[in-house]
Nanobody, 121 residues
Framework: RLVESGGRTVHTGDSLRLSCTASEGTLPDKPIGWFRQAPGKEREFVAAITWVTLQTYYADTVNDRFTVSRDTVNNIGYLQMRALKPEDTAVYYC????????????????WGQGTQVTVSS
């Protein structure tokens, strides 16, 4: 199981970094994705990063503000968020890719419980 951390309430324009770790052992050698779900909305893709080449993928809504990365030595995934907006308010999840396009939630097999990010105006 994965564990997300770092979520909290911030103000518009602030930055925040989320972390993704494994509850037991280490993150698998597979791509890691980040998704978010706002109240009343479907879960949506945010970003993803592969394991070997560290190729990254981003949703258009966050492409110029968020940066996905992973520490392959300490086995931690990160989502650095900048210039946060109220519409970024959501529960953020990390997940392990199991096959398929990286932007689809169905392509991920192991998920965390999520961490709440609230951006106040």
């Amino acid at each position: 199981r994965l564990v997300e951390s770092g979520g909290r309430t911030v103000h518009t324009g602030d930055s925040l970094r989320l972390s993704c770790t494994a509850s037991e052992g280490t993150l698998p050698d597979k791509p890691i994705g980040w998704f978010r779900q706002a109240p009343g909305k479907e879960r949506e893709f945010v970003a993803a990063i592969t394991w070997v080449t560290l190729q990254t993928y981003y949703a258009d809504t966050v492409n110029d503000r968020f940066t996905v990365s992973r520490d392959t030595v300490n086995n931690i995934g990160y989502l650095q968020m900048r210039a946060l907006k109220p519409e970024d308010t959501a529960v953020y999840y990390c997940a392990v890719h199991s096959g398929g396009h990286p932007s689809r939630s169905g392509s991920y097999g192991t998920w965390g419980q999520g961490t709440q990010v609230t951006v106040s105006s």
